[in-house]
């Protein structure tokens, strides 16, 4: 440090220089950090491998660091709890990468592996990482060629239809289930006449498709006195119209689910039917003798509301594990590359994502399933109903 007259320098450089350079800088960062939390949060940048790390850190861990500075925190803890390695969580924090789960490490090395980073967050019988819910884009060869559909069989099917009896519980004609289908053109093969069907990918038909599913699932709820919506709109024809890719099939129906809330504004469920394109073994189970295609809840892990949905679609699967054990592969969150992670869901606390069987289920399998989903959903939505009432009732 010298003094040249009245200046001060530190290694030739003025102190009044680098104070002011300070100032500046300061000045710099407060205007950067406005300018970013000003931003719209889509806008807005962020950090997916924090997200994972903070909403996987439960509260335990949270006393255990804290017991690091404070021991009386780990008064709190509980007899059983184990100690944790701080080096896993600086190493999953710093790289991604989470020592238990190999995929963190592969999704970054193998091309299209980052498909895989859906997670399960209930299983149910025989699911695994190994048979997750494929979603794949159609060739554009076949959505260009029509393949002739096997209509005899699904009209032998229609006509074993009976005349239930009146429901004793009714929504009074309000619609509160909302069906729709952002792949509606998603098809199985035993509707279709395929000499080849080697290949999942093209199984798909502008008529013969899951919508004659959720159909079989309208009717089955309006037998049980739930009044539904059920959506007519074409999406994948809305694609073509705007020359949008097969991708960008939920900017397609996102508008019209929207406008469908808009207008009614008893809906209190959304139902968005899928079909999975896995094989026969994954997708098909046998319960009391009969033959069923087995169900899976997604929900879309970029989703604001994912907390909620989550909460019910995991009491639908305990509903079903009751009374239909083996009908439901669980729930499953996806997010990442190559998916939407939203599928609509931040459009309500009660969207659900429902994936019917696979491309080689059939009709009678499809319709046993349907009746089965209304009749799960049925009694969850009743008792819903009654818990409601019973709390608008107390003073």
């Given at each position: 440090?010298?003094?040249?007259?009245?200046?001060?320098?530190?290694?030739?450089?003025?102190?009044?220089?680098?104070?002011?350079?300070?100032?500046?800088?300061?000045?710099?960062?407060?205007?950067?950090?406005?300018?970013?939390?000003?931003?719209?949060?889509?806008?807005?940048?962020?950090?997916?491998?924090?997200?994972?790390?903070?909403?996987?850190?439960?509260?335990?861990?949270?006393?255990?660091?804290?017991?690091?500075?404070?021991?009386?925190?780990?008064?709190?803890?509980?007899?059983?709890?184990?100690?944790?390695?701080?080096?896993?969580?600086?190493?999953?924090?710093?790289?991604?990468?989470?020592?238990?789960?190999?995929?963190?490490?592969?999704?970054?090395?193998?091309?299209?592996?980052?498909?895989?980073?859906?997670?399960?967050?209930?299983?149910?019988?025989?699911?695994?990482?190994?048979?997750?819910?494929?979603?794949?884009?159609?060739?554009?060869?076949?959505?260009?060629?029509?393949?002739?559909?096997?209509?005899?069989?699904?009209?032998?099917?229609?006509?074993?239809?009976?005349?239930?009896?009146?429901?004793?519980?009714?929504?009074?004609?309000?619609?509160?289930?909302?069906?729709?289908?952002?792949?509606?053109?998603?098809?199985?093969?035993?509707?279709?006449?395929?000499?080849?069907?080697?290949?999942?990918?093209?199984?798909?038909?502008?008529?013969?498709?899951?919508?004659?599913?959720?159909?079989?699932?309208?009717?089955?709820?309006?037998?049980?006195?739930?009044?539904?919506?059920?959506?007519?709109?074409?999406?994948?024809?809305?694609?073509?119209?705007?020359?949008?890719?097969?991708?960008?099939?939920?900017?397609?129906?996102?508008?019209?689910?929207?406008?469908?809330?808009?207008?009614?504004?008893?809906?209190?469920?959304?139902?968005?039917?899928?079909?999975?394109?896995?094989?026969?073994?994954?997708?098909?189970?046998?319960?009391?003798?009969?033959?069923?295609?087995?169900?899976?809840?997604?929900?879309?892990?970029?989703?604001?509301?994912?907390?909620k949905n989550t909460r019910l679609a995991k009491e639908l699967h305990q509903l079903f594990e009751k009374k239909y054990p083996g009908l439901s592969r669980g729930v499953v969150a996806?997010?990442?590359?190559?998916?939407?992670?939203?599928?609509?869901?931040?459009?309500?606390?009660?969207?659900?994502?429902?994936?019917?069987?696979?491309?080689?289920?059939?009709?009678?399998?499809?319709?046993?399933?349907?009746?089965?989903?209304?009749?799960?959903?049925?009694?969850?939505?009743?008792?819903?109903?009654?818990?409601?009432?019973?709390?608008?009732?107390?003073?």
């Amino acid at each position: 440090m010298k003094k040249n007259g009245m200046v001060v320098t530190i290694n030739g450089t003025s102190l009044l220089k680098m104070m002011a350079g300070l100032f500046v800088g300061m000045i710099l960062v407060f205007l950067l950090v406005g300018m970013l939390t000003s931003l719209k949060p889509e806008y807005r940048p962020s950090s997916d491998s924090i997200h994972e790390f903070s909403s996987e850190v439960n509260g335990e861990v949270f006393l255990h660091l804290l017991s690091l500075e404070n021991h009386y925190f780990s008064q709190s803890l509980p007899s059983h709890s184990i100690d944790f390695k701080l080096s896993s969580l600086f190493l999953k924090l710093t790289t991604s990468i989470n020592p238990d789960d190999p995929r963190s490490l592969l999704g970054r090395e193998l091309p299209g592996f980052s498909l895989f980073d859906s997670e399960i967050l209930v299983a149910g019988e025989g699911t695994n990482y190994t048979n997750m819910p494929i979603e794949s884009a159609p060739p554009t060869e076949v959505l260009l060629e029509e393949r002739e559909a096997s209509i005899e069989s699904l009209q032998d099917h229609e006509g074993q239809e009976n005349v239930p009896p009146s429901p004793p519980l009714t929504t009074e004609g309000r619609k509160v289930v909302y069906i729709y289908h952002t792949h509606n053109t998603e098809s199985y093969f035993p509707f279709l006449k395929a000499d080849d069907t080697s290949d999942p990918n093209t199984a798909y038909h502008s008529t013969a498709n899951v919508t004659l599913v959720g159909k079989k699932l309208k009717e089955e709820l309006e037998d049980r006195g739930i009044g539904v919506h059920f959506e007519t709109e074409d999406f994948q024809s809305l694609l073509k119209k705007k020359n949008l890719s097969y991708g960008a099939s939920y900017d397609a129906s996102r508008p019209v689910v929207q406008s469908a809330l808009a207008k009614n504004r008893d809906l209190q469920y959304l139902i968005d039917i899928h079909r999975d394109g896995l094989r026969h073994k994954d997708t098909t189970v046998t319960i009391n003798g009969e033959s069923y295609a087995k169900i899976v809840f997604v929900i879309g892990g970029n989703n604001p509301k994912a907390d909620k949905n989550t909460r019910l679609a995991k009491e639908l699967h305990q509903l079903f594990e009751k009374k239909y054990p083996g009908l439901s592969r669980g729930v499953v969150a996806k997010k990442g590359k190559g998916v939407n992670g939203l599928y609509n869901q931040d459009l309500s606390e009660n969207a659900l994502l429902i994936e019917f069987g696979g491309v080689d289920n059939n009709m009678e399998e499809l319709s046993r399933t349907a009746e089965a989903v209304a009749d799960v959903f049925s009694e969850y939505y009743w008792q819903a109903e009654k818990v409601n009432a019973n709390s608008i009732e107390k003073p």
